[in-house]
């Protein structure tokens, strides 16, 4: 039953709009830019004087995640689907969300960690998410190749596609960021609270703008991609709580460490969904070979808007703490 409504998924076709796909990129490229505008070199210079919390966290994300996002597909292979599963594989190789600073921030943990993590990744986001959705998805390609699965004998993840789009939509603004903060110091100061606000608002704004249209799709559907992103982003959460632990770092550390790893850039996701470059149509979204993509569009889209509910529920627990 499971089983039969998701693959129902792949097939639903959304009504986005022509251009979608390029403001998603246009807005994703501004909230980066504002994120970056954070980032000062005496902010980070403490964080990589004791560089242990950040290579912990940096393995925890770009490594423990994946690994455990397809360990979790395989124990739920029986009622996942092909697109479901390369919709979670996506969401766990993006880099730290946008907004996970904020919560950290809001849950009292290393603020400069947290802002650390956030640029590492991000800035290594244009080789590490092509480099992890690449290996891990065609790792589980090959899984299900010669099971009554596989509807996809012949599809294949295009990584130097991904490189380009994701350093154009992420590299290059925090690099400007970075450049125009070092110049103009007190303008970004100034700067920094109120762009980030307006284009987060504005992302938010469309990614609702994304959901009105196919309101009952998704209250159609919604019930199993709740519950399977509610486990994915618990397994993140757990899985940046855990590892912290196990290293022993400071508390701060652990509550930052856990946020960083438990919220994911699934903006970058969605952009890298909506790109007809990418994710060819011919390829990944044709009736005619039966291949449609809709469960990772579900999975990437639902993420967006639960991880940061989670995050906002963890850290009002662990604030105090």
């Known amino acids: 039953m499971i089983k039969e409504q998701l693959a129902s998924l792949d097939s639903v076709v959304l009504n986005l709009g022509s251009g979608t796909g390029l403001v998603m990129s246009i807005v994703l490229a501004l909230i980066m830019f504002g994120v970056a505008l954070g980032i000062q070199p005496r902010m980070l210079k403490e964080v990589f004087a004791h560089p242990k919390s950040i290579i912990t966290g940096l393995l925890l994300q770009w490594v423990a995640l994946p690994a455990v996002t397809f360990l979790l597909i395989l124990l739920l292979k029986p009622w996942l689907t092909p697109m479901v599963c390369l919709g979670m594989l996506l969401v766990a190789s993006c880099p730290g969300g946008n907004v996970s600073n904020f919560i950290s921030s809001f849950a009292k943990g290393n603020v400069e960690l947290s802002v650390s993590m956030t640029a590492v990744s991000t800035v290594c986001a244009p080789l590490v998410t092509p480099a992890n959705f690449w290996l891990w998805g065609n790792l589980y390609l090959k899984t299900i190749q010669n099971t009554a699965d596989l509807s996809i004998p012949?599809?294949?993840?295009?990584?130097?596609?991904?490189?380009?789009?994701?350093?154009v939509i992420l590299a290059i603004p925090v690099a400007l960021?970075?450049?125009?903060?070092?110049?103009?110091?007190?303008?970004?100061?100034?700067?920094?609270?109120?762009?980030?606000?307006?284009?987060?608002?504005?992302?938010v704004i469309m990614v609702l703008g994304m959901f009105i249209p196919n309101w009952q799709l998704f209250i159609k559907y919604i019930g199993f991609i709740f519950l399977l992103v509610l486990v994915h982003n618990a397994c993140a959460l757990g899985t940046g709580f855990c590892g912290a632990r196990l290293m022993r770092l400071p508390k701060p550390d652990v509550k930052s460490l856990t946020i960083e790893v438990g919220i994911q850039n699934s903006g970058l996701g969605l952009t890298l969904l909506l790109n007809p470059m990418i994710f060819r149509p011919e390829?990944?979204?044709?009736?005619?070979?039966?291949?449609?993509?809709?469960?990772?569009?579900?999975?990437?889209?639902?993420?967006?808007?639960?991880?940061?509910?989670?995050g906002l529920v963890v850290a009002s627990i662990v604030r105090n703490k």
């Open 154 to 167: 012949h599809l294949s993840i295009p990584f130097s596609e991904i490189f380009t789009t994701v350093f």
């Open 177 to 203: 960021a970075i450049l125009f903060t070092r110049h103009f110091p007190e303008l970004s100061e100034k700067m920094r609270k109120p762009f980030s606000v307006f284009s987060l608002m504005v992302f």
């Open 283 to 310: 390829v990944w979204n044709n009736p005619q070979t039966g291949v449609m993509y809709g469960g990772m569009l579900f999975v990437t889209a639902w993420w967006g808007i639960w991880h940061i509910i989670s």
